[in-house]
């Protein structure tokens, strides 16, 4: 197995040793004055695992509130996958095909924008089809899509049961996606996370709770 890569070793008086993954996915150190770096490897060797966790958490979300630069071969999310960005002069608009993101020439004005207008749109596409789909198989109501930017928030469902979704929901796996729609569908009926809430997002998603546990992964 590969040895994990220890960025920084801050000593201080402290009686521990403390692992830190910072937020640009390193991972950091912090020893009393002592310790030798046998010991310390010795730690991070038998937290590898929490280690390898930690970072693909921030990883994770650093691809989703960060783009990369707008270069051809520049991995961009996409359900889940990473597709590399292809520049090109014949495209009139962003596109995917089975390999690349196709993205024109002309958008390099504006790249961020651009990006961001495609996967509302295409967040838009895929979220109101997966909502038809659950409100044909299980009778749901609802009274209206809206994409947001939201943040801090995947999906929200009003009190006059309007739904809401971040379109940043696209980047991630279609699995996940179905899951959050289940969760704001339910809430059209029940307006809480009670049991009788999860009951019903576990009738009609087993294993919902491997679905949530990788949303907040992300
Ligand atoms: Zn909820």
Not at 121 to 133: F, G, K, P, S, W
Request: aromatic residues 10%; contains cysteine.
């Amino acid at each position: 197995m590969m040895k994990i890569p220890i960025s920084q070793i801050l000593r201080s008086r402290r009686r521990t040793i403390a692992l830190v993954i910072t937020r640009d996915a390193r991972l950091v150190v912090r020893a009393p004055v002592h310790t030798t770096i046998t010991e310390i490897e010795a730690l991070v060797e038998q937290k590898r695992n929490w280690i390898a966790k930690k970072l693909t958490q921030v990883q994770h979300k650093q691809t989703i509130h960060r783009m990369n630069p707008f270069r051809d071969g520049e991995l961009f999310r996409y359900k889940g996958k990473q597709y590399p960005l292809m520049i090109t002069s014949g495209e009139q608009s962003i596109r995917l095909n089975d390999h690349h993101i196709l993205f024109p020439e002309r958008y390099l004005a504006h790249p961020e924008r651009a990006m961001t207008y495609w996967y509302a749109h295409e967040a838009l596409r895929t979220l109101a089809d997966r909502v038809q789909y659950y409100t044909n198989t299980h009778g749901f109501r609802h009274t209206g899509i809206t994409v947001t930017g939201a943040r801090t928030r995947w999906g929200s469902c009003s009190p006059a049961d309007r739904l809401c979704f971040s379109w940043r929901l696209i980047l991630l796996p279609e699995s996940v996606i179905d899951y959050v729609v289940v969760h704001e569908l339910c809430h059209t009926v029940e307006k809480n996370h009670s049991a009788r809430f999860w009951n019903r997002v576990g009738a009609i998603l087993p294993d919902y709770k491997e679905r949530k546990a990788l949303l907040k992964e992300y």
